[in-house]
């Protein structure tokens, strides 16, 4: 398989990406190598040697990933996890793997930065902290370590639906340098008792769903850890977030086409971003139509979001 990055390849993620194309036909759930800062006392700090990192552009199986700082972020999907034998081996950026980690592989978020990951099956939620890229296979959005999968609770199954969401303070802090015991909380919901009905689909378990099915919408994003609960209100497909105004008027207009636009205004970090958003929708094979249209007119990191 040929692995293209723009400008330059990079050897770590070279080796990273390799071993995931070895694995992709395995049975293991994990298709990347992960590392993070060890829930248990060691005599030496796993990740001192890590590095904060974006990266540029690469390809991996005719497909083209961008890595970029998006405090926005937020995207339903499936979830995985990776297995022991990657114990000790060097992530993306530079940490060591530590399978008691609470740690997951993103392919294009900053390298260190948190996000807070929801088990949508069964309510528990645990904040992570990305240090690798992945999943590369079946439409997986992130690879969280074994650790990270017994307290979320799908070790055993292997995969789960997951909410993730970037922590913007803690992820900016990790950016900046500072001690991430000082911006990041290892509590972890252990909410065993799953939501009543609660299902919040892929956008490929979407195009399966019932034409008449309504779809559950996730909670909004808190300060606190957030529990799944179920929404009636539907769903946007989310083709970006911008700092020009402008941008996002002529994204919004271009993609009237497809569907009905909404252009909302947050503020993150002191910067005001315009948010671009088509439907909504509540019905599930709607979504995923919904979601392809947007993609495949020219906005492919286009994803999901809850209303």
Known sequence: MTIRKRPAALAVRALVVAGVVALAGCAETAVTVNAAKSVTDSPTDPWAEGRYKVGTAYEIAGRWYTPREDYEYEEVGMASWYGPKFHGRTTANGERFDQNALTAAHRTLPMPSMVRVTNLDNGRTVDLRINDRGPFANDRILDVSKQAAELL??????????RVIIL??????????RDPAEVRSETVRLASTRPAGAFIPTATEVARAPTHTPVPVPPRRGGAAPAVTLGA?????????????????????????????????VQRNGRTLTRVRVGPVTDGRQAARLLQAVQASGYPDARLVAN
Not at 237 to 265: K, Y
């Open 233 to 265: 209100t539907g769903w946007y497909v989310q083709a970006g977030a911008f700092s020009d105004l402008g941008n996002a008027r002529e994204v919004a207009d271009h993609l009237s086409r497809v569907g009905p636009t909404r252009i909302t205004s």
């Open 153 to 162: 609770g799908f070790r055993r199954q292997g995969t789960a639906r997951v």
């Open 168 to 177: 913007p303070e803690q992820s900016l802090a990790l950016r900046e340098g």
